[in-house]
Nanobody, 119 residues
């Protein structure tokens, strides 16, 4: 059974930093792109960042220069380092593992973790 287990989020002041982690099942980590999504209250889930198996990264414009996604293949873990946090970053953050194989999307999600940016 594939699992994505996220670390706890938390409450952080504007301008602060927080690092999220997501431990994935070894069976998928080496062959799946890993990503983070977020969903703010009353809004649709939004893609935040992705890191491919080769280490290529992409970010949504609103977090570029502030967030960094990375992966530790030895630990089957993906991280999201969030700096210069803003109140609009408040959301439930979800870890995602995705692979397109034979034209089909294989997709797994973590349970979500709350990040609140507030003074």
């Amino acid at each position: 059974q594939v699992q994505l287990v996220e670390s706890a989020g938390g409450l952080v002041q504007p301008g602060g930093s927080l690092r999220l982690s997501c431990a994935a099942s070894a069976s998928i980590f080496s062959t799946y792109s890993m990503g983070w999504y977020r969903q703010a209250p009353g809004k649709q889930r939004e893609w935040v960042a992705t890191i491919t198996t080769g280490g290529n990264t992409n970010y949504v414009g609103s977090v570029k220069g502030r967030f960094t996604i990375s992966r530790d293949n030895a630990k089957n873990t993906v991280y999201l380092q969030m700096n210069s946090l803003k109140p609009e970053d408040t959301a439930v953050y979800y870890c995602n593992a995705a692979q397109i194989k034979n034209g089909l999307l294989n997709n797994y999600w973590g349970q979500g973790t709350q990040v609140t940016v507030s003074s």
